[in-house]
């Protein structure tokens, strides 16, 4: 069996697949046909939230969606009581203060270029 002369990176449709370049001698015919990708991983990437003074109840199992033209950030509030968040946005206006009520939780969705910046307690 011949070694692997390179390795291909494909990407297409958000999924990257790693696999190798075999020879393409005639003697090799077998081992091209069942010549398979060797790593598929989809390219979602989570992003990172930076919060500033929010109490870690209410960041719990926050979710940021950064994928595609419209993001999204969806919050719950874990607490026993009520807290006031504010969505602050790079290159956009910034969203007011929202109170999660106990149990609450809210959806905020802003258009590409703007970008998530932090969540401040107000």
Do not use: E
């Not at 990437?45 to 979710?63: E, L």
């Amino acid at each position: 069996m011949a070694q692997p002369r390179a390795i291909v990176l494909t990407m297409a449709a958000g999924t990257l697949a790693l696999g190798t370049a075999l020879p393409a001698d005639a003697s090799d015919r077998d081992t091209q046909a069942t010549t398979q990708p060797v790593v598929s991983r989809q390219a979602h990437v989570k992003s990172r939230i930076d919060f500033v003074r929010v109490p870690k109840c209410a960041k719990k199992g926050a979710k940021l969606k950064t994928s595609g033209y419209t993001d999204h950030l969806w919050m719950k509030n874990h607490c026993g009581h009520s807290v006031k968040v504010k969505v602050i946005l790079h290159s956009h206006r910034d969203f007011g203060c929202k109170k999660l009520p106990k149990g609450g939780s809210h959806w905020w969705s802003w258009s590409w270029p703007a970008k998530l910046d932090k969540v401040v307690k107000c």
